[in-house]
């Protein structure tokens, strides 16, 4: 027969302290899911900062093969420069924020630890609001980003002036200094 043990649960908003009483088991498996939701929410704003830092340095990288030499709403490649940056500035600032909270957090147990060590309580440190308000704007600073960028490259799709120009075999000094070259 399992008999239900009751623990204090602290709740630390940086605002303000909730503690409530909720049995063992049940705090086990909801620290459990909250654990496995922020985990994942994590992993998806690192996989955004992925994917802008990568589209941004790419686009950077290759902009003299990838821009026409008059190419048409050069406005609107800008804009997607612009939100890639902003989607990685904001989704460093809520990563800072992640970093900050486990720091807190850790803090929240030890000072928990040595104020009474026999009735310690878990400590759950909230994630600050401004950071969950900023979180839910990098996805709409990325996939306006990546709008754009498409929309720059179907303006530019049948522009008359190519930056590449066709190579010959004649006309590729380097590859003729080579010795195997025939």
Known sequence: MLTSVFCSYTINTMEEKQTIKISANDLKSYLKLVDEGTNEYYKWI????????????LLIALRSQFLP????AFCVLLISWILFVVSIGLSLFVLAGQH???????LDFRKSLLTDPANSAVVQTVLPKRYRIIGQIIPWTFVPAVFFLILFGIMNLNS??????????NSAPILSNCPNSK
């Open 160 to 169: 008359e002036s190519k930056t590449i120009p066709a190579i010959s075999n």
């Open 46 to 57: 690192r996989l955004i900062l992925t994917l802008s830092m990568g589209s941004l340095t």
């Open 100 to 106: 900050r909270l486990l720091f807190r957090t850790e």
């Open 69 to 72: 030499v008059a190419p048409l």
